[in-house]
Structures are given as structure tokens and as C-alpha cells.
């Protein structure tokens, strides 16, 4: 379990990150993101107890980071985005050293064994590191942070540098760990976090200007529920005849797609699903209704909008409910 209690850092004048705080529960993998500059990797190099924190706590299961930074980092696995590799060893003498150099105590070859099958770099485990391709250098990166079989895992861009079929590999591994461990996940590509994480952090000018799962998220930038739907017919008739079903806040007509053909975008107040009006509208008028898709928002649309956005924080309820708890 990560506990992040009002953690702060400041270089003179500037803070980097400004008095933030979440958990991550055992077996969940929480997906971190923020643009350039936002305080997402210093925030995680003082989870790991790369920088200092100005004030605040950073605890690992339990075990303050600055207190006890040993015993705290013996309980991470920690890949940064540039993986500490040693380019002149071979792939099982580097992970051996890993090995020795955390002071392991599970059975060495066995472990070792497992981490390489887990990781699929088996094969290369007698090549030179600087030989092997970039994507098999990301994989001995994920391989040294397993060694130990740490409890808490901190990953920044695991699967950069890999093809399609390694980088699904590396997501199935992910959400295998997360089953046993817990994960804090850092990546660039969006579809990576939605496809892995169960919750989300965003972070933005050094505060936490989101957290919650992406559906939650969704609702709560989005809870217009629009909908998009490309129907053949007179266009005014058709705007005039949407504008009438019950709910709807707005409607407005696209561009023409084909010849009498537009999209129509239709908003609905919270909590009304007018689909099946919408059908019965365009059925009893005999217009097609060739195509009719949602228009909620995507987590690259999210991202934006969070962290483009003037003053929009958006937090989980679920934290609101403890800090209440707390003050009570």
C-alpha cells in the first residue's frame, strides 16, 4: 500500500508539487499522468527516494520513506524511464547483480528464472545488454524491478521502445501483478492507462487536478451524455422534430456527410437516455437512421480538457467521504 499525505516540494520559489494526497491499495494499479512540468516524476522520484520531499509523507507500506529509506525501498520495484542498465554485462550476470545487490532471499535460480520467463528475455540471457534492441532493454529494465518480488511497484514508461505485440505482453504482465502487488503506472500513451489502470491520478502545476476511474471521470467532465447520430432526411425537419423529445437540452446539425445526409449532436439533461425516442422519431417519419454512436469523451479528451482547463480539479468522492471522516 502507497500513502502520499500532503506531499510537497518546492525549488525556491517554485513549487513543483504542492501539498497533494492519495492512496493506492493493495492489488491496484493506479495510472499517473500530467504534462511536461506538471510534478508527476518528481512526485514519483520522492516515492522513491530519489529527491527529498520539501514536507508531507511518502509511506510504503507503512514505512516512511525519509525515516527508513532502506527498509521503505525494499518493498519497491522501481523501473524510471530510463531503465539503470549496465551495458557491458550480460542479461542473467546483470539481474544476478540486481539479485545480490538487493539482498534477495528467495532461491536464485528458480527466482531468477521466473523473473526472466515473466518477462519473455530468456532467450537473450547471455547476450550483452547494449546488443540487444531497444525493446529487449525495456524488458531486462522490467525484469530488474520484479527481482525480490517486492510488494509495491513503480513503473514510468514501461512498454517505450516496444513493438505491438511486446507491449501487449507488458500490459498482460502489468495487470497479472496487480493482482499481488500494488502499481503505480506512468505512461504517455492514454490508451495504456484506460486499458490497465482501475483508477486514475492526474496531476497538473503541482496539484492533484484529478482522480477517480476513467468512467467516473468521464461523467463528471461529460455528464451531458451526447450522442451522434447520422440520419437521411429534410435537415430542418429533422432538427425541429429531435428538438422536441423529452429532455434534450440541445441540438445541432453537422456538416453534410453524403448528399441529404448530416450528423445530428444531440445533448440530454443528466440522467435521460433518449435513444429509444430518437428510433421511434425517425422511424414514424420514415427517415434512415444509418449510423448513431456516443460522443463521450475519451481519456486523451479528458487529459486535455483537465489540464487545459482554468481551475477544473475533479476528485474522487470516495476521498472527500475520509477527509470528512477525518475532521468529524
Known amino acids: 500500500m502507497i500513502e502520499v499525505r500532503n506531499l510537497t516540494k ?44 520539501t514536507s508531507g509523507q511518502a509511506l510504503i507500506n507503512g514505512v516512511d520513506i525519509l525515516e527508513d529509506p532502506i527498509k521503505a525501498k525494499s518493498y519497491i520495484g522501481y523501473l524510471p524511464e530510463l531503465p539503470p542498465l549496465y551495458m557491458d554485462m550480460t542479461v542473467k550476470g546483470y539481474l544476478q547483480y540486481i539479485y545480490d545487490l538487493k539482498k534477495c532471499k528467495l532461491p536464485r535460480r528458480a527466482h531468477l528464472n521466473e523473473v526472466m520467463t515473466l518477462t519473455k528475455i530468456g532467450d537473450v540471457q547471455n547476450r550483452i545488454i547494449k546488443h540487444l534492441s531497444k525493446g529487449y532493454k525495456q524488458r531486462v529494465g522490467v525484469a530488474q524491478a520484479l527481482i525480490g518480488n517486492p510488494p509495491v511497484l513503480i513503473l514510468d514508461e514501461p512498454t517505450v521502445g516496444l513493438d505491438p505485440q511486446q507491449i501487449l505482453d507488458i500490459r498482460s504482465l502489468i495487470k497479472k501483478l496487480g493482482k499481488n502487488h500494488t502499481v503505480i503506472l506512468s505512461s504517455h500513451i492514454l490508451s495504456e492507462i484506460q486499458a490497465v489502470c482501475d483508477r486514475i491520478i492526474i496531476i497538473n502545476h503541482g496539484i492533484i487536478a484529478a482522480h ?6 468521464s461523467r463528471s ?23 422536441n423529445i423529452p429532455g434534450i437540452k440541445y441540438c445541432r446539425a453537422d456538416m453534410q456527410r453524403e448528399p441529404g445526409i448530416y450528423e445530428y449532436e444531440l445533448e440530454a439533461e443528466p440522467g435521460n437516455d433518449i435513444r429509444r425516442d430518437l428510433f421511434a ?31 477544473l480539479v475533479i476528485e474522487n468522492p470516495n476521498d472527500k467521504a475520509e477527509q470528512k471522516g477525518e475532521q468529524a
Open 221 to 243: 467532465i461529460s455528464a451531458d451524455h451526447r450522442l451522434i447520430a447520422r440520419i437521411e432526411g429534410p435537415r430542418e425537419e429533422i432538427i425541429k422534430a429531435l428538438r
Open 281 to 311: 422519431i425517425v422511424r414514424d417519419n420514415n427517415w434512415p437512421l444509418l449510423a448513431m454512436r456516443s460522443a463521450e469523451m475519451t481519456l486523451e479528451d479528458m487529459f486535455l480538457k483537465i489540464t487545459m482547463g482554468e481551475g
Open 10 to 53: 518546492h525549488y525556491g520559489d517554485k513549487h513543483a508539487v504542492n501539498d497533494i494526497s492519495f492512496t493506492v491499495e493493495d492489488g491496484e494499479i493506479l495510472g499517473f499522468l500530467g504534462p511536461n512540468g506538471a510534478g508527476k516524476s518528481t512526485t514519483m522520484n520522492m516515492l522513491t527516494g530519489y529527491i527529498s520531499s
Open 212 to 217: 477517480d476511474t476513467t468512467e467516473n471521470l
